[in-house]
């Protein structure tokens, strides 16, 4: 069965700050997709990024990139210039190709401090 | 926006009572879904279909039961409702080049006490 770890449930950051999220999964499949959403306090989940297993170019949307090591099977999202909306539950999440289930990580609540 | 909308978007019940939350959607997505979130577990898998009239479980299905007789509309239903059913429950839909990607209505807060 698939599984997705994120290990840190809380971090806090000044505002204009880079943080980087951590997410680890573990399959032995591989063609699979993973995700990045943000639930803001509205409680409305927002796809943030996401990226196919099979591209070894990290995705990247504005200020929101991730760095995928497959082997690793690590899949980490960097917020650059951090904003006070960015203040969040930010989760990570995988589908394997064809898959109907998506499977998520615990969350991360990141607050960005004034 | 996908054009998903759950109802009610709070709702307080007693325990044993039978409660349904409803998820439509507007753009005749085929695969639809219900999720729970609470603290520490993400958002966890209930049923999903995939079509009308097809449903299957999810990994926390026991006391739950789903029904979709229109493309539009995915209810869940539970039977009797528990203290441990207490939660968010997000329905969401499958969409995307590679119908990989899911989106999400706005949630249902529901209470049982």
């Known amino acids: 069965a698939q599984t997705v770890t994120q290990s840190q449930p809380e971090m806090s950051v000044q505002e204009a700050e880079t943080v980087t999220l951590s997410c680890t999964y573990d399959?032995?499949?591989?063609?699979?997709?993973l995700f990045w959403y943000k639930q803001p306090p509205s409680r409305q989940m927002i796809l943030v990024i996401r990226q196919e297993a099979y591209k070894q170019q990290n995705a990247t949307e504005n200020r929101f990139s991730v760095n995928f090591q497959k082997a690793a099977k690590s899949f980490s999202l960097k917020i650059s210039d951090s904003q006070l909306g960015d203040t969040a539950m930010y989760f990570c999440?995988?589908?394997?190709?064809?898959?109907?289930?998506?499977?998520f990580g615990q969350g991360t609540r990141l607050t960005i401090n004034p | 926006d996908a054009g998903i909308t759950q109802s009610p978007r709070h709702k307080v019940t007693e325990t044993g009572t039978p409660v349904t939350l409803r998820c439509h959607q507007t753009?005749?997505?085929?695969?639809m879904y219900w999720y729970r979130q609470d603290p520490g577990h993400g958002l966890r898998l209930i049923h999903y279909?995939?079509?009308?009239?097809?449903?299957d479980k999810g990994e926390v299905s026991d006391g739950y039961s789903v029904s979709r007789s229109k493309t539009e509309d995915f209810l869940l239903t539970l039977e009797s409702a528990t203290s441990s059913q207490t939660s968010v429950y997000f329905c969401a839909i499958k969409t995307g080049t590679a119908n990989t990607e899911a989106f999400f209505g706005q949630g249902t807060r529901l209470t049982v006490v």
């Open positions: 399959t032995s499949e591989s063609n699979y997709y």
């Open positions: 753009e005749n997505h085929r695969y």
């Open positions: 999440a995988f589908t394997l190709q064809g898959a109907q289930k998506l499977v």
């Open positions: 279909s995939y079509g009308v009239k097809d449903t």
